[in-house]
């Protein structure tokens, strides 16, 4: 393959199936989280649901050391659906209580998991944030309200960095064990056009810069960068030519364990593959005697990955 590659440092500090973790951001740390999970690492995957800027990022992370309690007052109501302005449509429900419960119960286990996460993986999407003109808040989500209920503005470098200074230091002070790694998301947000697109994404990796140059305990990952240069051509897309393919997405996630997990790690990963590509093996056959043969295979693997690393019980 003919590409320029982007050098990635190793980190000093590294992941294990050990650590704990924890993804905000676009849907691109979605993706992230998908990977750790099914890898069986310890993580709580965006309890906010996806949320593209950093204000509401911020405000989620708030959230979490603060311990906030959401109530009835938290919500709002568009035709059927309860909502909140702070979390994305996957947390919406037609019964109100229901939609706090859900909203409680994951902030309740991410706040808990804070206290003691080794490493917080954050992804921003856009600098574009959308205005509530009622009280101006910025909202995760417009919920499909009418366009006219928001004033849409772009954060500056500094509204970025400033929030996140005060931000990194309280999460410091509970946690001083906590590492946080910054991503750009690759996704492009095209509804904002080509120019203003990449000069959203310029403002994020400025505003990262300046705050990696005042904490030492940050790391930048170039998942933003991969996509653009190592796999610059459209067969890395997906359909709608704005999201990175599956085949991208295995890519970087193999860049982001060079750089940030152990050779031991990694091979404990290749083992966990191989079992996750037997246990997604759907025979034609259920009774078929090679069926039953392939199911013991199947136990003497998992019993094989449990006695090597007893730390994987529950998680295979």
């Not at 419960?101 to 999407?125: C, H, M, P, W, Y």
């Amino acid at each position: 393959m003919f590409t320029t590659t982007v050098n990635i440092p190793s980190s000093a500090r590294k992941i294990n199936h050990n650590s704990k973790l924890i993804t905000l951001g676009s849907c691109f740390s979605e993706h992230i989280g998908k990977k750790l999970t099914d890898f069986c690492f310890l993580v709580k995957s965006n309890p906010f649901g996806v949320l593209f800027n950093p204000v509401s990022i911020k405000n989620g992370l708030v959230d979490l050391l603060t311990e906030k309690k959401y109530t009835e007052a938290d919500l709002f109501q568009n035709g059927s659906l309860w909502s909140s302005f702070s979390h994305s449509t996957l947390f919406s429900e037609t019964v109100q209580e229901v939609c706090l419960q859900r909203i409680n119960s994951s902030l309740e286990i991410s706040a808990a998991i804070l206290k003691e996460v080794d490493f917080i993986l954050i992804t921003f999407g856009t600098a574009w944030v959308y205005e509530l003109k009622e009280d101006g808040r910025i909202v995760a989500n417009c919920h499909k309200l009418p366009a006219e209920q928001f004033v849409r503005r772009r954060l500056s470098v500094d509204d970025i960095v400033k929030d996140y200074a005060d931000l990194l230091m309280k999460i410091k002070a509970i946690n001083p064990k906590t590492e946080v790694i910054f991503t750009v998301s690759p996704v492009r947000h095209w509804k904002d056009g080509a120019h203003e697109n990449n000069i959203s994404k310029g403002i994020l990796l400025l505003a990262i810069d300046k705050l990696l140059r005042q904490f030492d305990f940050l790391h930048y990952f170039p998942a933003y960068e991969i996509q653009m240069d190592e796999l610059r051509d459209y067969r890395y897309y997906a359909e709608d030519m704005l999201h990175p393919s599956e085949q991208a997405v295995k890519y970087i996630w193999e860049r982001f364990s060079s750089a940030f997990f152990s050779e031991e790690t990694i091979g404990i990963n290749k083992k966990i593959e191989r079992f996750n590509n037997m246990l997604n093996h759907r025979p034609i056959h259920q009774q078929s005697k090679e069926n039953q043969i392939f199911k013991r295979k199947l136990e003497e693997e998992k019993s094989a990955l449990l006695k090597s690393y007893p730390f994987l019980t529950g998680r295979i």
